[in-house]
């Protein structure tokens, strides 16, 4: 029991010790590899950003609008990832998580607006997330914009313009955390706001904390 005991507060150690600090701004800087503030990835690179953190990395994003994609496919979204919480609204100059305030909401933006002003031809869903657990942890973000207007069908289709979590079928899950998120001026054909598909033995619970859903 003792060496148990052990070896799983050594894990514990190791990941605190290795877990990484990824840093996106807006328009980037320094170098633009996300090593720290000075070096920040562009808003771009936020997706590929989140795909190169492992378990127990966070991302932090500063205030600012950051888009699905900067061409036109209303098929491009973000993504959450297992294991790596993705934080927003910093100012940019913050060395802890204890250091940010944002007293009057978040300020950080993931956007479906894509080419016309006006949502026709938006991104389908701002945030598409699939085999995601509770590790999976998003927090300080306003997520607006998506238009998921297609004719819904279980693999996604037409569901939540704002987030859609895809747990569907035998097997399937997710369920990732969300904290402090503002869902506003999504839609969709069924769940503007937010979808979470746990239909025909999939199983799909994600946890909303202190999120707030507005006109969608």
């Known amino acids: 029991m003792k060496k148990l005991l052990f070896l799983s507060l050594l894990l514990t150690f190791a990941l605190q010790v290795f877990s990484t600090t990824h840093y996106v701004t807006v328009s980037g800087a320094g170098t633009m590899d996300g090593s720290s503030w000075a070096n920040a990835a562009p808003g771009t690179d936020l997706q590929a950003i989140i795909n190169l953190a492992i378990a127990g990395d966070e991302v932090w994003v500063t205030c600012g609008t950051y888009l699905t994609t900067t061409g036109t496919d209303r098929n491009v979204s973000f993504s959450m990832k297992n294991g790596v919480s993705i934080r927003g609204s910093f100012q940019g100059n913050e060395l802890s ?120």
């Open 97 to 216: 998580v204890s250091d940010r305030e944002y007293p009057c909401g978040p300020c950080s933006i993931l956007s479906g607006e894509l080419g016309a002003a006006g949502n026709s031809d938006n991104a389908y869903t701002v945030i598409y997330n699939q085999n995601l657990d509770s590790t999976a942890f998003l927090e300080g973000f306003i997520i607006r914009d998506g238009n998921d207007d297609r004719t819904p069908t279980s693999a996604g289709n037409g569901l939540g313009g704002g987030m859609y979590n895809h747990g569907y079928g035998a097997g399937g899950f997710c369920s990732p955390t969300v904290h402090t998120c503002l869902f506003e001026q999504n839609a969709a054909s069924w769940g503007g706001g937010a979808f979470n598909n746990g239909y025909d033995q999939g199983f799909s619970e994600p946890l909303y904390i202190n999120c707030v859903f507005y006109q969608n």
